[in-house]
């Protein structure tokens, strides 16, 4: 803006009743010769070229306003949402440790999820009067790094639903040996009736952490979380195994009698 008007000094004027242009003129030693153009006489005071600038000047502040209110739309999922926030990494062992609920993680499983397809969905571009603006690489880091964290959460999940699948495993094949047993003596027969006591009274416990499982088995597959098919099968058969083992169970025990 300053140098289009500005550029009327190079246009020399002409002396009076002449076509011929001024020469410059020294003022003083020490300052490059002065040299009579239109920019002091005709321009830079120029009412209409005044209120130009004025109304251009509040233009350009009024686009770079919006653009700044644009730009803090995108860094608010940084600020926000802490993508980009380190320390969430150690967050993540935190919990596996802990080996938190299932619905802790399945809300920020959705979160992430929703967050990568709002961006995803929403205008990359956009026209804030004379500038455009091309937001797609930012949606496409955004939403990469959304799904980079729902995996991450999705992990953890996994890895804490792995561990109590193969400790309720372990706990129903041991009591499945155990109640097998075929009793030769006394001993015998009072282990394999405590075993099967043990079935009846913890049944109510099982149950509740097989339908854990379960539901964390579900809540991977709900949000796509890669799972080997064998062990998706195994969780969701849980209540099958647990029932054939009390029915067994019981079977036995009538047997023994």
Same mark, same amino acid.
């Given at each position: 803006?300053?140098?289009?008007?500005?550029?009327?000094?190079?246009?020399?004027?002409?002396?009076?009743?002449?076509?011929?242009?001024?020469?410059?003129?020294?003022?003083?030693?020490?300052?490059?010769?002065?040299?009579?153009?239109?920019?002091?006489?005709?321009?830079?005071?120029?009412?209409?070229?005044?209120?130009?600038?004025?109304?251009?000047?509040? &233009?350009?502040?009024?686009?770079?306003?919006?653009?700044?209110?644009?730009?803090?739309?995108?860094?608010?999922?940084?600020?926000?949402?802490?993508?980009?926030?380190?320390?969430?990494?150690?967050?993540?062992?935190?919990?596996?440790?802990?080996?938190?609920?299932?619905?802790?993680?399945?809300?920020?499983?959705?979160?992430?999820?929703?967050?990568?397809?709002?961006?995803?969905?929403? =205008?990359?571009?956009?026209?804030?009067?004379?500038?455009?603006?091309?937001?797609?690489?930012? +949606?496409?880091?955004?939403?990469?790094? +959304?799904?980079?964290?729902? !995996?991450?959460?999705?992990?953890?999940?996994?890895?804490?639903?792995?561990?109590?699948?193969?400790?309720?495993? &372990?706990?129903?094949?041991?009591?499945?040996?155990?109640?097998?047993?075929?009793?030769?003596? !006394?001993?015998?027969?009072?282990?394999?009736?405590?075993?099967?006591?043990?079935?009846?009274?913890?049944?109510?416990?099982?149950?509740?952490?097989?339908?854990?499982?379960?539901?964390?088995?579900?809540?991977? &597959?709900?949000?796509?979380? =890669?799972? =080997?098919?064998?062990?998706?099968?195994?969780?969701?058969?849980?209540?099958?195994?647990?029932?054939?083992?009390?029915?067994?169970?019981?079977?036995?025990?009538?047997?023994?009698?």
């Amino acid at each position: 803006v300053k140098n289009i008007i500005e550029s009327s000094k190079v246009f020399v004027r002409w002396m009076h009743g002449t076509c011929l242009e001024c020469k410059p003129v020294a003022v003083n030693a020490d300052e490059e010769p002065y040299v009579f153009n239109y920019y002091e006489t005709d321009i830079v005071n120029n009412p209409n070229v005044v209120k130009l600038n004025i109304t251009l000047n509040f &233009a350009l502040s009024d686009a770079l306003k919006k653009l700044e209110k644009y730009v803090d739309g995108w860094k608010r999922y940084d600020q926000g949402q802490g993508l980009w926030d380190a320390k969430r990494k150690q967050h993540l062992e935190k919990l596996v440790e802990k080996n938190v609920a299932c619905k802790i993680l399945d809300a920020k499983l959705q979160q992430f999820e929703a967050l990568a397809a709002s961006v995803q969905q929403q =205008p990359a571009t956009k026209e804030l009067d004379f500038i455009f603006v091309d937001a797609t690489m930012v +949606a496409r880091s955004i939403a990469a790094k +959304a799904l980079e964290w729902k !995996l991450e959460f999705g992990n953890v999940l996994h890895q804490n639903s792995k561990e109590m699948l193969d400790e309720l495993d &372990a706990v129903m094949k041991q009591l499945k040996d155990d109640t097998q047993i075929d009793p030769k003596t !006394l001993d015998d027969l009072k282990f394999v009736l405590n075993r099967i006591a043990s079935i009846s009274e913890d049944s109510m416990v099982v149950e509740l952490k097989y339908l854990d499982i379960i539901e964390r088995y579900r809540t991977l &597959a709900k949000y796509g979380h =890669p799972v =080997p098919e064998i062990e998706s099968k195994e969780a969701a058969n849980l209540d099958k195994r647990w029932h054939q083992l009390f029915c067994d169970a019981k079977t036995k025990d009538l047997r023994l009698i």
